[in-house]
C-alpha cells in the first residue's frame, strides 16, 4: 500500500494486521481522487474509520491543508500515528481513537471533504453518512465506500443529496453534494 500521488508519492504506508480493516485498493482510491479533481487543495478532510490512514495520507500529499483520522481501533490508530510519522505530516494531521458516532456528536469541526469506510454489512454507513453531514462546511463533500450491492439513501438530514454511485466491482463509491436550496418561485 502506498501514496499515489502528490508530494509523497510512492510512500509506502503500513497496514492494521489481521482481516479487521480492509484497505482500499489503489483503483478505488485513484477513482475517489478523481472524482474530487483539483477539489483537494487546502481543504480540511475527514478519515472517518481511518483503518491504516491512507485516505487522509493521500488528501494531505495532494495538498490538504488538514486531515483527521477518526477509528476506535487501538492497533489502526497506532498504525495510522506510524504512517503520519513516516510521510512527514504531523503538523497537518489529527489522529482521534474515538467510536465516530461520539466523535461526530461531540466535536465542533467542520470538513469540507469526508470518506467513510465502516466495515460493510454492519448498519453503520447510514448513522454515520447522517452525523457526518451535520458536520460539513458549506459545498461540503461527501464519498461512501461500500458494498457495490448496498442501496446508500438519496439524501441525508444535512442536506446533501446522492449525485453519483460509482461501482468497481464488488465495491462501490457514492458521491453526496450539498443540496441545492430552492426559493419560494422554485428557482434554484
Known amino acids: 500500500m502506498r501514496i499515489i500521488a502528490g508530494e509523497r508519492r510512492g510512500k509506502v504506508l503500513l497496514s492494521p494486521e489481521g482481516t479487521d480493516v480492509r484497505p482500499t485498493t489503489n483503483m478505488v482510491k485513484e477513482s475517489v481522487f478523481n472524482i474530487l479533481q483539483f ?22 500529499s495532494r495538498g490538504a491543508r488538514e486531515a483527521v483520522f477518526v477509528d476506535s481501533s487501538r492497533d489502526s490508530i497506532r498504525v495510522i500515528e506510524k504512517n503520519i510519522a513516516a510521510a512527514g505530516f504531523k503538523d497537518r494531521a489529527k489522529v482521534v481513537g474515538a467510536d465516530f458516532a461520539g466523535y461526530l456528536r461531540a466535536g465542533r469541526e467542520t470538513f469540507d471533504i ?12 447510514e448513522r454515520a453518512l447522517e452525523l457526518a453531514a451535520m458536520r460539513m462546511a458549506p459545498g461540503g463533500v461527501i464519498l461512501c465506500e461500500h458494498g457495490s450491492r448496498e442501496e446508500l439513501p438519496e439524501s441525508t438530514a444535512g442536506g446533501f443529496v446522492k449525485r453519483k454511485v460509482y461501482r468497481y466491482g464488488k465495491t462501490a463509491v457514492t458521491a453526496y453534494r450539498a443540496g441545492e436550496r430552492e426559493d419560494k418561485d422554485g428557482d434554484t
Do not use: K, N, T, V
Not at 44 to 49: G, K, N, V
Not at 51 to 58: A, D, F, H, K, V
Not at 117 to 124: A, I, N, V
Open 39 to 60: 477539489g483537494i487543495e487546502g481543504r480540511r478532510f475527514l478519515d472517518l474509520f481511518a483503518g491504516s490512514g491512507q485516505m487522509g495520507l493521500e488528501a494531505l
Open 114 to 125: 469526508a470518506f467513510i469506510d465502516p466495515p460493510y454489512r454492519d448498519g453503520l454507513m
